[in-house]
């Protein structure tokens, strides 16, 4: 009867230590996703066109904007690439409440 025990208890010790190794290399995933959140690379990019269409204006008023310093911008080659985050921001500096709701 006290083997049973034993090994019940032994059984039940080894589960858990996986467990515990399972929860421990989602932690660092978990820590690693993070920290990518944090880099350039983490952040969602957009192009010219995602962004005409997201604030419905013409690439010229875009580059209007680009050429006032209004919204921030990285070069790639020839390709305009935007953070998803700036262009928030951008509409959010430009917003106006409603007088009445």
Known sequence: MESDVY???????????????????????????????NTPLGERWVDIQTVCMSLNISKRTLQDYRDRGMIPYSIIGQKVFFRASDVNKFLMKYYHKAKRI
């Open 7 to 37: 090994k019940s208890i032994n059984d039940l010790t080894k589960r858990l230590k996986r467990m515990v190794e399972r929860i421990e290399k989602m932690e660092k995933s978990f820590e690693v996703t993070a920290e990518k959140a």
